[in-house]
């Protein structure tokens, strides 16, 4: 159940860039998660916007008073504290409108594609570019955050989609980046 929230504000920062801060503060949440093992906590950006396309300043946690408390007892926020403002933990309002807050993945660069095409099939430069078309590229409207692979330490975007959920699902779970696996969270 996901009826408690905490609030984590990027604060302006003239030696670090916001995209910069936010992605560090993606990735120690998510080696926190994992740490915790926890998929009872999900997250939301309550400035989400498409046009123009951002995330906002604010990082908010959700979860319940026990599962949120067993995160802020781990030290995941050392190197952050300086950066960031943090609410107390609080209850959501009670009947707040739910959304559902996920990874959206794109086959966006069509280079990419084709130079694995290639090592896949043993194809030529110009058989790849016969069989995937420039037409295949997509532009990507949504935010997302930059971060680092753990395992293989290849930079990726994480691209996100906050949506309105068309029901509460209280009962599901969340991955080790606080997102949705069924779940939703209180969106206000």
Same mark, same amino acid.
């Given at each position: 159940?996901?009826?408690?929230?905490?609030?984590?504000?990027?604060?302006?920062?003239?030696?670090?860039?916001?995209?910069?801060?936010?992605?560090?503060?993606?990735?120690?949440?998510?080696?926190?998660?994992? +740490?915790?093992?926890?998929?009872? &906590?999900?997250? =939301?950006?309550?400035?989400?916007?498409?046009? /123009?396309?951002?995330?906002? %300043?604010?990082?908010?946690?959700?979860?319940?008073?026990?599962?949120?408390?067993?995160?802020?007892?781990?030290?995941?926020?050392?190197?952050?504290?300086?950066?960031?403002?943090?609410?107390?933990?609080?209850?959501?309002?009670?009947?707040?409108?739910?959304?559902?807050?996920?990874?959206?993945?794109?086959?966006?660069?069509?280079?990419?594609?084709?130079?694995?095409?290639?090592?896949?099939?043993?194809?030529?430069? +110009?058989?790849?570019?016969?069989? &995937?078309?420039? =037409?295949?590229?997509?532009?990507?409207?949504? /935010?997302?955050?930059?971060? %680092?692979?753990?395992?293989?330490?290849?930079?990726?975007?994480?691209?996100?989609?906050?949506?309105?959920?068309?029901?509460?699902?209280?009962?599901?779970?969340?991955?080790?980046?606080?997102?949705?696996?069924?779940?939703?969270?209180?969106?206000?």
């Amino acid at each position: 159940m996901t009826t408690h929230y905490i609030d984590i504000t990027l604060l302006v920062d003239p030696e670090f860039s916001h995209a910069h801060l936010l992605g560090a503060l993606m990735a120690k949440l998510h080696r926190a998660l994992v +740490e915790l093992g926890s998929s009872s &906590i999900g997250i =939301s950006f309550p400035q989400y916007r498409l046009r /123009p396309r951002s995330l906002g %300043s604010t990082l908010r946690l959700h979860g319940t008073p026990d599962a949120l408390q067993d995160l802020m007892a781990l030290t995941w926020l050392q190197g952050m504290r300086d950066h960031v403002r943090l609410t107390d933990l609080a209850a959501a309002p009670p009947g707040a409108p739910h959304c559902v807050v996920r990874r959206r993945q794109f086959k966006t660069s069509v280079e990419r594609l084709r130079r694995r095409r290639m090592r896949r099939k043993g194809e030529t430069t +110009e058989q790849a570019a016969v069989a &995937i078309p420039d =037409s295949v590229e997509r532009q990507v409207d949504l /935010p997302f955050v930059r971060l %680092s692979s753990v395992s293989t330490g290849q930079p990726f975007c994480l691209f996100l989609a906050q949506e309105p959920a068309h029901e509460v699902r209280e009962g599901m779970s969340f991955n080790a980046y606080g997102l949705s696996q069924g779940g939703t969270v209180p969106w206000f």
